[in-house]
């Protein structure tokens, strides 16, 4: 260890710290709360989750001064090394959807090494922005947290104000070309280069008529979303915590998984947060895991409004499925780390009576057998993961190979404009749909009253 690295301007030992994320959330607590700190010295992120994230360097044009070289971005299993090599004091965990018996074997790994471990709150890590804000988080990956913002975004729209949707960050490439990113277009995304991940997120709500930012600089996203919008929506990323503090907080819960809104980090500090929460897919869950949900609920924000919700899957139209076998190709992150067995694709495909779902998994190629080996728990679907052009190309080839007579494809992006497959394709796609009341109009109405007021104040 050089002395540099141990002195501040006045003299005093700077602290070093390391920070466990999944390029995202990490690089939002860097920014905000680390990076011009001059008691902090960030020595590395380290990487998981997304594969080929690791490997790289955070550059210093988003960095600043105090780290010329950038920082480097190492896998998470180098933790204890990187801890030993470079005499860490602390461990800022820094990424989401984990049990709480995974964030405490974290907290473990790093209390072995001697160093401390700490995770940072909404208060320390949010930003203000200067228009309304609606966040809409979740408890897990795959809760129908994304048709949720479509639909607060399209209230929004009907009554004619201007919506910029704000989404959790995704950057998976190059951080210095991803600081701030616009998309108002299909062909927007396209010329991003966007994975497929990116896709799912960014196509559904730009064809509604909303404008998306994302990337890495979230003051800056803030900054630029603001002068284009009446009201900004905050789509978020897994079940992490809004970036930004929320005028109204939206959590959905999932009673496919009832309990773990109280067993995951931190879509527990979500459930206990929110304004309102949203018990979304009560048309496909048992109505006893729906009153476990609700039940959590009340036990831990009772002051929370309960929005209950159906998440309807369409098919659109194009070969049947009835009494053929269908390959279901479901979104990614749902089924790995949202570890769910099956999504929206499998539950349309059985609907519409197909004779049976083929299972992929026996003809998986390269990377998308390397994800199966990584969570057994997926069933007889295809996970849509493409980070990369080479898991792209292994996608279309597990799809090739598998011996089906109609593709389903219960990702929410057109598939058929990445890859080229000779069995037919049919999309699924699925909206969200209250039940009852009060429903979302309802509960955003404050909002949207104050978003129209600010408009009039501002153009009076």
Excluded at 4 to 24: E, F, L, N, P, S
Excluded at 170 to 195: H, N
Excluded at 373 to 401: C, F, K, M, N, W
Aim: glycine share 8%; charged share 25%.
């Amino acid at each position: 260890m050089e002395a540099a690295d141990r002195a501040t301007d006045g003299g005093g030992t700077v602290q070093r710290v390391v920070i466990m994320g999944a390029g995202g959330r990490d690089f939002h607590d860097f920014n905000v709360v680390l990076r011009d700190d001059p008691s902090v010295r960030v020595v590395a992120f380290t990487a998981a989750q997304i594969p080929g994230i690791d490997d790289r360097v955070y550059p210093t044009s988003l960095a600043g001064e105090a780290y010329p070289d950038g920082i480097p971005i190492r896998p998470e299993s180098e933790l204890e090394h990187l801890v030993a090599e470079h005499g860490v004091d602390e461990v800022v965990l820094a990424y989401s959807d984990l049990s709480h018996e995974d964030v405490m074997h974290r907290a473990s790994r790093v209390l072995a090494t001697g160093a401390d471990f700490r995770l940072l709150g909404p208060r320390t890590t949010m930003l203000k922005a200067s228009r309304p804000v609606i966040a809409v988080t979740a408890v897990r990956t795959g809760c129908g947290k994304s048709q949720t913002s479509r639909r607060v975004g399209e209230i929004l729209l009907d009554s004619g104000l201007r919506v910029a949707l704000v989404r959790h960050p995704m950057p998976y490439g190059d951080l210095e070309g991803m600081r701030v990113q616009r998309f108002a277009s299909i062909a927007d995304i396209d010329a991003s280069r966007a994975t497929v991940e990116e896709r799912e997120e960014y196509e559904p709500p730009v064809a509604l008529g909303l404008v998306v930012f994302a990337g890495v600089d979230y003051e800056a996203i803030l900054s630029r979303a603001a002068e284009e919008a009446d009201v900004i929506v905050w789509d978020g990323g897994n079940n992490d915590l809004p970036f930004v503090e929320p005028d109204l907080w939206i959590t959905v819960t999932d009673p496919l998984r009832a309990g773990h809104e109280l067993t995951f980090h931190p879509g527990e500090v979500n459930l206990r947060r929110a304004h309102v929460v949203v018990v979304n897919k009560v048309d496909s869950s048992e109505p006893d895991a729906v009153e476990q949900v609700v039940a959590h609920v009340r036990e831990v924000n009772p002051h929370a409004t309960v929005v209950t919700a159906e998440s309807p899957v369409t098919l659109e139209p194009g070969p049947p499925l009835e009494g053929r076998r269908v390959l279901v190709v479901e979104d990614g992150p749902t089924l790995t780390h949202g570890g769910m067995a099956f999504g929206a694709g499998a539950v349309a495909a059985r609907a519409a009576r197909c004779a049976e779902l083929v299972d992929p998994r026996p003809y998986a190629v390269g990377s998308i057998a390397e994800v199966y080996d990584r969570y057994p728990h997926i069933g007889a679907v295809l996970p849509a993961v493409g980070y990369s052009a080479d898991q792209l190309a292994d996608l279309e080839r597990t799809i090739e190979a598998t011996p089906a007579d109609v593709v389903v494809a219960g990702t929410p992006i057109d598939l058929a404009r990445l890859i080229t497959t000779s069995h037919p394709l049919r999309r699924a796609r699925y909206d969200l749909r209250e039940v009852g009341r009060p429903t979302l109009h309802e509960v955003i109405a404050p909002i949207e009253r104050l978003a129209h007021l600010e408009t009039t104040v501002s153009t009076g």
